[in-house]
Every structure is written in structure tokens, then in C-alpha cells.
T-cell receptor, first 110, second 114 residues
């Protein structure tokens, strides 16, 4: 069946470092891909999405490109801030169901 | 109030108790969802309601009983739970079901079963 695999955390970086959180997927058909963020004590918020191959989603300095050839949707940010500390979830929607990865906890040190 | 609210935020209950979780959305959406978030596991979709009708039940044990009296309110009734049911329960809503619309999540209810 469809699945999402994202890198294990926690990921700890210093402020202004470059961030990559890997996400790969397996799916039949052509899923839509998403990144959600969960700040401490809050629910999930949609961060960005891409609905077809080669689409790039972007928001708040974060970017991810839908790569069909590598079945990946890696999240990147050029310069992280302390306020980016949160748990990040990769997800796919396909065949009328949504599947989440396990989440990656990100700690940014000042 | 805006967005999706959930009450209570924290709940501790014994295995013989009966309790209910409440979710309310103020976004005018037609679909509502219950998810279970356990440590080190992917978010699990439990139930989907669309226009008050249940459209999905992902093999959830009967000790969890959802209720959707209208498009704005969603409840999860709990009875005779097990310690492994301890988790964060998230409610979400979207304009329509089918997962193509963006889902908006509440802050969750942290449930501990003793």
C-alpha cells in the first residue's frame, strides 16, 4: 500500500543553518504531497503542498519539490530560526486517503 | 473564536470511566475528522464525517464512538478504554471530504488512560 517515510529525528541545528528534512513515498497513481508543521501545544498546520510532479511548494521560507523520478518531497529552508522549532510531518493524499509520516522533531539552537 | 477548538485539552481517565471529547469548527466547513497521534507512530485517521454522515471508519475499536450532530460539532465518546489508547486526539475540518481540500487542525486533547 501507499506509505510515507521521513527521516528520524530529532534534528538539532544552530540558528541560520541550512535545513533539509527528507521525505520519500510509495504510491500507486499520482498523489498530492504535503508538509505539515506542529508547534508545541498546537495542532497541525499545513506548511506547503504540491499536487503534481515538478511542482514546488513554498511558504515561510520553506520549499519542497515534488520529484517523481526519486519519489521524494524533501523539505528545505536556507536559514532556520529558533521559531522554526517544531515537529514536521510529510503526508500524501492518494486514492481518497491521507497518509502521514511519523514526523521529524526539529530543534533550533540560538 | 476562530478555527478549530477542542475541549478538554487534557483528560485523565480510568479504564472504567466514560468521557467525551468535543470539537467545534468555526470555518463553515462540511467535513470533520478524528485522528490519533501516538508517540513515534504516524498520525492515524480514525473517522471522517461529511455533512454529518460518517464516510470512513478505519477499523477503530467500538470503545471509541463518534457523533456528529451538525457540520460544526464533532464528539468522540470514550468508554472502557485501555492504557494503549493514551495519545493526543486531533480533530480537523475541511471544506469537503475526499482529502483534496486543506485540513485545519485543532490543538488536540491529550488523553491519559490509567
Amino acid at each position: 500500500g501507499d506509505s510515507v517515510t521521513q527521516m528520524e529525528g530529532p534534528v538539532t541545528l544552530s540558528e541560520e543553518a541550512f535545513l533539509t528534512i527528507n521525505c520519500t513515498y510509495t504510491a500507486t497513481g499520482y498523489p498530492s504531497l504535503f508538509w505539515y508543521v506542529q508547534y508545541p501545544g498546537e495542532g497541525l498546520q499545513l506548511l506547503l503542498k504540491a499536487t503534481k510532479a515538478d511542482d514546488k511548494g513554498s511558504n515561510k521560507g520553506f520549499e519542497a519539490t515534488y520529484r517523481k523520478e526519486t519519489t521524494s518531497f524533501h523539505l528545505e529552508k536556507g536559514s532556520v530560526q529558533v521559531s522554526d522549532s517544531a515537529v514536521y510531518f510529510c503526508a500524501l493524499i492518494g486514492d481518497d486517503k491521507i497518509i502521514f509520516g511519523k514526523g521529524t522533531r526539529l530543534h533550533i539552537l540560538p | 473564536e476562530t478555527g478549530v477548538t477542542q475541549t478538554p485539552r487534557h483528560l485523565v481517565m480510568g479504564m472504567t470511566n466514560k468521557k467525551s471529547l468535543k470539537c467545534e469548527q468555526h470555518l463553515g466547513h462540511n467535513a470533520m475528522y478524528w485522528y490519533k497521534q501516538s508517540a513515534k507512530k504516524p498520525l492515524e485517521l480514525m473517522f471522517v464525517y461529511n455533512f454529518k454522515e460518517q464516510t470512513e471508519n478505519n477499523s477503530v475499536p467500538s470503545r471509541f464512538s463518534p457523533e456528529c450532530p451538525n457540520s460544526s460539532h464533532l464528539f468522540l465518546h470514550l468508554h472502557t478504554l485501555q492504557p494503549e489508547d493514551s495519545a493526543l486526539y486531533l480533530c480537523a475540518s475541511s471544506q469537503s471530504s475526499g482529502f483534496t481540500d486543506t485540513q485545519y487542525f485543532g490543538p488536540g486533547t491529550r488523553l491519559t488512560v490509567l
